[in-house]
């Protein structure tokens, strides 16, 4: 199993006009492929007077189930150079679909490939980002007093705070990188002078921010 992996976090939209033709372009995370269909049809739907929707998508972690389409463009010019950029930009669990209203100026085939591509890129590269790793869940208790300094000392870390429960005592739920379970634990006793219990939930992949 892949130890880490990126992907978007939600949705980005953007727009742009090239050559008097509208292009806007959608990305979203996917976890699968009944997610990415889903997606796909969502959009189509929503920009269904467009004269196209191509789109390509990577629903798995390792980057190996993909599939694009040109929906109407000469072969070649639009699926593939969107999946093409997904794929240089290494992102996994991702589809793209860019929607085109034709603005009566023919682009040719190299122009169309330069646009959707271009469009796809910049689309990505605005995205936000998130890398999916080994996570430890663990659940931390402290005493009211303490609550402060366990607060400043999660948000000081890299890791990622899930929930807080205000009990008899007060607990914090956390995802960390399994890397670095031990120094994390090891600087929390020591910030807190060990007066801290603390217990490892599980382990699954969790989106990391960038």
């Not at 990305?27 to 269909?37: I, M, P």
């Not at 739907?45 to 789109?55: I, L, R, V, W």
């Not at 960390?176 to 599980?202: H, I, T």
Request: proline share 2%.
């Amino acid at each position: 199993m892949t130890e880490k992996y990126t992907s978007v976090a939600g949705e980005t939209a953007t727009e742009k006009i090239i050559e008097k033709s509208r292009f806007i372009t959608t990305s979203r995370r996917v976890e699968n492929e009944a997610a990415a269909k889903e997606f796909i049809a969502e959009i189509s739907k929503k920009y269904s007077d467009a004269t196209h929707n191509c789109y390509a998508y990577v629903c798995d972690r390792l980057g190996n189930f993909l599939r694009f389409s040109d929906d109407g463009e000469p072969q070649g010019t639009a699926g593939m150079p969107i999946l093409e950029v997904i794929k240089s930009k290494r992102l996994s669990e991702v589809a793209v679909v860019v929607t085109r209203y034709f603005g009566g100026i023919k682009l040719g085939a190299g122009g169309l490939l330069r646009a959707y591509s271009g469009c796809a890129a910049e689309n990505l590269d605005m995205a936000k980002k998130v890398v999916f790793e080994t996570c430890s869940e663990i659940k931390i208790t402290v005493d009211y007093p303490l609550t402060d300094a366990t607060t400043r000392f999660i948000s000081d870390s890299s890791a990622a705070l899930l929930n807080t429960e205000y009990l008899n005592e007060v607990i914090f739920t956390v995802a960390v990188r399994r890397a670095e379970e031990g120094e994390f634990l090891s600087a929390l006793k020591s910030c807190l002078n060990g007066k801290v219990r603390y217990e490892k939930l599980k382990e699954y992949f969790f989106p990391f921010e960038t």
